[in-house]
């Protein structure tokens, strides 16, 4: 499945959803056309993305505002979606956004954000993993306090316990494992604890 299919199918059951950082609206123009959402809120940070993603949803039951995140949305909305980002955009966004539930997808970093929401009043719902060129994870999160272990952290509450996750582990496990041949031995102490967790979820 693509990213964007995903992440639009998570949106089933929704009424109203808003996109940070909408990547031109598809995700909100494949919403509305399977009548997973009856709306749509779309937020740009820059005029030029904003204008692509008004033209994609012309004559749909779509808002359009030009906010730094959540800044200038005063709407009421039942789940949000930041996706696409690096994790530590993501995180600032989350850090000025309403409490509600949120699907975050990450461009890398996981575990860092996976800390953040630990600490910081997020409980992990679901976690969503599909590949599209690269392997893409989904955090469906809402408010709530949730303590993570170091194991939870790293590989995923959720993920580690889907098997379609197994190949994503997999292509983990064999980077650390070439990192490891070639770092000093204070490096390869922590790596080796990051294996052994890659190694108790493959086997």
Known sequence: M??????????????????????????????????YIKRGIAS?????????AKSNLKDYPVTFYL???????NEKF?????????????????????????????NDKHEILRDYLSKNNFQIIDEHITFDKFFYIVIHVKPGVEILSEED??????????KEARKYYKLKLSQLNEIYQ??????????????????GVIT
């Open 2 to 35: 693509k990213r964007l299919d995903l992440i639009a199918s998570l949106l089933k059951g929704y009424d109203v959803a808003v996109d940070i950082g909408s990547d031109h609206g598809y995700v909100l123009k494949y919403a509305l056309d399977n009548n």
């Open 44 to 52: 740009e940070i820059a005029e030029g993305p904003l204008n692509n």
């Open 67 to 73: 906010s730094d995140g959540f800044d200038k949305i």
């Open 78 to 106: 039942d789940i949000g979606i930041i996706s696409g980002m690096g994790v530590y955009t993501i995180m600032d966004i989350l850090s000025k956004a309403p409490q509600a539930e949120y699907l975050l997808q990450p």
């Open 153 to 162: 952290i790293y590989l995923g509450p959720k993920l580690k316990h889907k």
């Open 182 to 199: 070639k770092c000093d031995t204070k490096t390869k102490e922590k790596i080796s604890k990051y294996i052994n967790l890659l190694k």
